[in-house]
């Protein structure tokens, strides 16, 4: 287990705004300030929705789903909790977990019924008060996974009287100080406007954790500058994909600093052949490269990156450099996820270009009703199908079942990024 760095966002009228009782606007654009977070190594983010009203409410749910997708970091959604159905909504947006209220009644009388039904591990407590601890520490024990203490002066008593995983909101304090609270054994992260404003300066305050003995989640490499191959002028190759996709994005170097700054700064840093310096890529242009994964080749002579694109890769503006098509043979494409994206993409392009005699705007015309009955047909099929001992026939069936269902997607407006990355988090 590794202690946490975690920024927060509160959630208003579809701003970030400063906190609970300030509603002074961070910024305009909650998503994008949300991928920064990511960006930038925190390692969750809490998201408390302070939306007043069902139409506001429903507006931050889908702010919230948006931020789930772009973060790219596991999110917490708090506020706004009343019943049961509050919290399933805010895990179908995305959310790895849901905080209950303990200052409100209703949230506390709704925890068994929440944990058992999603399970402990999906739903936090926060606490305003030591005595919301006190007055239900067996319930807490039993139904919540860990306590997010949104006010400072509970910290102290928390920790006297549980024994819980504590996540700790402070306000601007020192570095010091956050090292003495992370050295605590049950805090196992830091949140508040300290995290806020440090963001761009998580991965030197991890650095500064480790020095301290702290473990953190932080860019250890496993292979030393020493033992790569270099080529004659002294760097390495690197070959950069969308950790995504996996499309190939471009080729460039490193030298010895250029890789140590990478591993410092988690953005892709690399040695510039033609103007003799380091060169951070995005630095003029916007255009970051953040890092997944650093992988080696079997002769250690090439760095195989994958990253998280800002905008495009190339300088001409093209997302990848390589589109300059030289050859290409005829193909089908077996990528699981390519074909289905390539599919369900006609079968959005149908129901915004609608073209005559097709099936897919047939079943657009005919509506949500006409759809589910073709997917519940389909679903028959397959089960019909899987007691036949040809095992061609479940195929086939499969596939009709599959088209029926990307259509529904696009009637809900649901993708297949989303859907993986609902299943890669189970």
Known sequence: MYKKLIPCIYLYKGNAVKGFSDSTILDTNPVSLSKFYGDNNADELIVYDLSEGDAEHEEALDIIKSICTEAEIPVIGAGNVHRMEDIKKLLYAGCKKAALNYSKEGNIEITEEVSLKFGKDKIAACISDVKEITDNGELLETCVEELILVKERCIKEAIAVSGLPMIVSVPEVSLDKILELLSKENICGISGYAINENAKELLAIKKLCQ????????????????????????????????????????????????????????????????????????????????????????????????????????????????????????????????????????????????????????????????????????????????????????????????????????????????????????
């Open 211 to 426: 020095t301290n003995g702290i473990s953190v989640n932080a860019y250890d490499a496993k292979i030393t500058w020493d033992e790569f191959k270099l080529n004659s002028d002294g760097h390495i190759t690197v070959v950069v994909q969308d950790y995504k996709t996996d499309e190939v994005l471009m080729v460039a170097y490193m030298n010895e600093e250029a890789y140590n700054r990478t591993l410092e700064t988690g953005i892709m840093t690399y040695y510039s052949r033609s103007r003799d310096e380091l060169w951070i890529k995005g630095e003029t242009s916007g255009h970051y490269q953040y890092v997944k994964s650093l992988t080696a080749d079997c002769d250690k002579d090439t760095i195989l990156a994958k990253v998280s694109q800002v905008g495009a890769a190339c300088h001409t503006g093209a997302h990848s450099c390589f589109f300059n098509e030289i050859m290409q043979k005829e193909y089908e494409e077996t990528n699981p996820l390519r074909v289905f994206e390539k599919v369900f993409a006609v079968i959005q392009d149908r129901k915004v270009h609608p073209k005559e005699g097709s099936y897919t705007n047939y079943l657009f015309d005919k509506g949500i009703d006409k759809i589910l009955k073709k997917l519940g047909e389909e679903a028959t099929e397959i089960v019909i199908a899987a007691k036949n001992p040809n095992a061609n026939e479940i195929k086939y069936e499969i596939s009709d079942f599959l088209y029926h269902m990307m259509v529904l997607m696009a009637e809900k407006g649901v993708t297949w990024e989303e859907i993986t990355s609902e299943l890669a988090k189970r």
